[in-house]
């Protein structure tokens, strides 16, 4: 048995210019290359990676946040 995936349309609520880490709705504009721009929350800091074509998101990803040394690390698979 397989177990399922949360699909979560990121590209989508940032089109309705909201962060779904804080539900902040401004942004700063970031460095980037051709489409790809990243853009951080103003309100919780989370950075992400997005593709827009007329001021429209067409790909969006979270950016990696690196951990402080020393932050626990816990496996949550196999629990019940």
């Given at each position: ?19 779904l880490d804080c539900l902040g709705r ?18 919780c800091g989370r950075k992400f990676n ?31």
């Amino acid at each position: 048995m397989s177990t399922p995936m949360v699909h979560i349309n990121l590209a989508g609520w940032l089109n309705a210019g909201i962060c779904l880490d804080c539900l902040g709705r401004t942004f700063i504009d970031g460095p980037g290359a051709g489409l790809y721009r990243n853009i951080t929350c103003s309100g919780c800091g989370r950075k992400f990676n997005v593709a827009r074509i007329l001021g429209r998101v067409l790909f969006a990803q979270w950016i990696n946040v690196e951990q402080p040394a020393g932050t626990p690390v816990i496996d949550l698979r196999g629990q019940s």
